[in-house]
């Protein structure tokens, strides 16, 4: 029982930050897929595997081996694909491999494309659908994954609940996301995530997002960019104030972080349509109509401290692959 997936990461413009009870989402949140930034991942279950193995070929081709043991989060990763293989009363071990073509923990959503992926092979693997099973994804604490199920935009609600909100070819934006810092966060975002409610502007972040995320599906629909360009960047604000006003105070960013923003304010001020978003991580987002790609492009590759840029239209969500990795 062998089969693989390919799915993407993304970008949220409205901020899933903070749990509520049972781990559901505390806000909801409502991203577009990156269809440059994606999870390959191939898994097997076998009646000869003596063990669970999860095995993550980074974007440099160094391999890593994901230990059980090792953090709250990869036991969720291995208590998910438990969980899927339950529902087909399937006992054998598996082994499984993701590959990832960009860089992992930079804030751009690794942990949503590699669980969505193993979620969608494992799901294939065992030959039940993978759309009527997708709250298990909920068990590897990864609300972003859920989203990248869909094509296009999808959101995620404070239900635990998702939804395709857009197509891929919706709306023509590209994200040129600039990288400025590759190393892993000290602290992840799985544990950032409880120190979001010891913060005294989380509720007010919480009120605002479920009145932005009605009026972003708006601006979707309408292609409306200057609406769009005020809930993305209130929305990252928002969701940094929170992260630096808990207990304890978290900073993502670096001083190319705000180097970018400043250059994406200027490129604002000549008339160009262009917003900029954070995750949680020093990686900026900077959106934009694919008829400005270039111009903006040249703009942030002048700026110093940045070791990567990727460019990436938005694209589908998880699908099918018959390219096995093993």
């Known amino acids: 029982m062998?089969?693989?997936a390919i799915a993407p990461a993304n970008i949220a413009i409205i901020k899933h930050w903070?749990?509520?009870?049972?781990?559901l989402p505390a806000s909801p949140s409502l991203s577009m897929n990156l269809a440059s930034c994606t999870a390959h991942t191939t898994i097997c279950f076998d009646a000869d595997?003596?063990?669970?193995t999860l095995t993550i070929e980074l974007e440099t081709g160094e391999e890593v081996q994901l230990d059980p043991t090792s953090s709250a989060r990869a036991q969720m990763i291995f208590d998910m694909v438990n969980a899927?293989?339950?529902?087909?009363e399937i006992t054998h071990k598996w082994k499984a491999k993701s590959q990832l073509n960009f860089p992992m923990s930079a804030g751009i959503a690794s942990s949503a494309s590699g669980v969505c992926a193993l979620w969608y092979a494992a799901c294939s693997a065992i030959l039940i659908a993978p759309m009527q099973h997708i709250d298990l994804m909920h068990i590897a604490g990864s609300g972003s994954a859920l989203r990248s199920a869909h094509d296009g935009w999808g959101a995620l609600f404070q239900t635990g609940k998702t939804e395709k909100i857009a197509g891929e070819n919706e709306w023509n934006l590209v994200d040129i996301i600039a990288v400025s810092d590759t190393k892993p966060k000290q602290i992840g975002s799985l544990e950032g995530h409880d120190f979001a409610?010891?913060?005294p502007l989380q509720k007010a972040r919480i009120t605002m997002?479920?009145?932005?995320?009605?009026?972003?599906?708006?601006?979707?629909?309408?292609?409306?960019?200057?609406?769009?360009?005020a809930i993305s960047e209130s929305q990252a604000l928002a969701l940094h104030a929170v992260m630096m006003s808990g207990n304890p105070s978290l900073n993502y960013t670096n001083q190319t972080t705000g180097a970018i923003i400043a250059a994406v304010y200027d490129l604002q001020k000549d008339g160009i349509s262009v917003t900029w978003t954070l995750d949680a991580g020093s990686t900026v987002h900077v959106l934009t109509p694919v008829k400005n790609k270039k111009i903006v492009e040249?703009?942030?590759a002048k700026i110093d401290?940045?070791?990567?840029?990727?460019?990436?239209?938005i694209g589908k969500g998880a699908t099918a692959t018959n390219q096995h990795l093993f």
């Open 305 to 313: 401290g940045i070791e990567k840029i990727i460019s990436s239209p």
């Open 209 to 229: 997002s479920e009145a932005q995320i009605r009026q972003l599906q708006h601006a979707i629909s309408q292609q409306d960019f200057s609406a769009f360009l």
């Open 49 to 52: 595997y003596d063990e669970n």
């Open 298 to 300: 040249s703009a942030i």
């Open 84 to 88: 899927i293989a339950k529902t087909a």
């Open 18 to 23: 903070g749990h509520a009870q049972g781990r």
């Open 197 to 199: 409610a010891k913060s």
């Open 2 to 4: 062998k089969a693989s």
